[in-house]
């Protein structure tokens, strides 16, 4: 079945220390994207990328890094300059070039900063 | 900064009542109005999306209607059920942007 997967789905952390979430998708997408999910707030952008090697920053990319190397791929690593990690982290992936169109969500991974 | 201010925040309806979502936009490039669908610990899923050439898009209980000039869209659920229970989201600027989210309670 063609989607997204998104590992871990459950982490936790301690103060200070980096951690890396997971996002592969098999839909033959250009575009990939992660958002951060807080109670009550709607989705808010971190980084997307249209194609391999390139990405863009979002409205809150501050002590978060990524890297495109594959297509398929698409790794979310937030660091510890980040400074209220706790949240619910969600990728996505999409066509682009064309018009808008849907974008296909993975089941998220929810990150706990101890 | 460009913003979708949806509204309501929560919204409680009887069941097979209409539960109505609204969406408003800033910016007139924006040519696709998509509405997300999300369950709890889940991913958003798209629910059903409108472009700005038309006025209205029907996809069985699910309407949108865009208002261009007025620069909002909204969610029409017709005959909620229990099962439409869910959050849910508009969102703009090649869904870059997105509204902080509606909570429907359908009561049986």
């Known amino acids: 079945d063609g989607g997204i997967t998104q590992s871990p789905k459950y982490l936790f952390r301690k103060e200070g220390q980096n951690v890396t979430l997971s996002c592969e998708q098999n839909l033959n997408h250009d575009a990939m994207y992660w958002y951060r999910q807080d109670p009550g707030q709607g989705l808010r952008l971190i980084y997307y990328?249209?194609?391999?090697?390139?990405?863009q920053k979002g409205d809150i990319a501050e002590g978060y890094s990524v890297s495109r190397e594959k297509k398929e791929s698409f790794p979310l690593t937030v660091t510890s300059a980040q400074k209220n990690p706790t949240a619910f982290y969600l990728c996505?992936?999409?066509?682009?070039?064309?018009?808008?169109?849907?974008?296909?969500f993975g089941e998220g991974s929810r990150l706990t900063v101890l | 900064q460009q913003q979708v201010k949806q509204s309501p925040q929560s919204l409680i309806v009887q069941k097979g009542g209409i539960s109505i979502i609204n969406c408003a936009y800033e910016?007139?490039?924006?040519?696709?109005f998509p509405w997300y669908q999300q369950f709890p610990g889940k991913g958003p899923a798209l629910l059903i999306a409108?472009?700005?050439d038309v006025s209205e898009k029907k996809e069985g209980r699910f309407t949108i209607s865009f208002n261009k000039s007025a620069k909002q869209f909204s969610l029409h659920i017709m005959d909620s059920q229990p099962g439409d229970s869910a959050t849910y989201f508009c969102a703009g600027n090649y869904q870059l942007i997105w509204g902080a989210g509606t909570k429907l309670i359908i009561k049986p």
């Open positions: 910016n007139t490039a924006f040519d696709y």
């Open positions: 996505a992936s999409s066509i682009w070039g064309q018009d808008p169109g849907e974008l296909f």
């Open positions: 409108i472009r700005p």
């Open positions: 990328s249209q194609i391999v090697n390139d990405f």
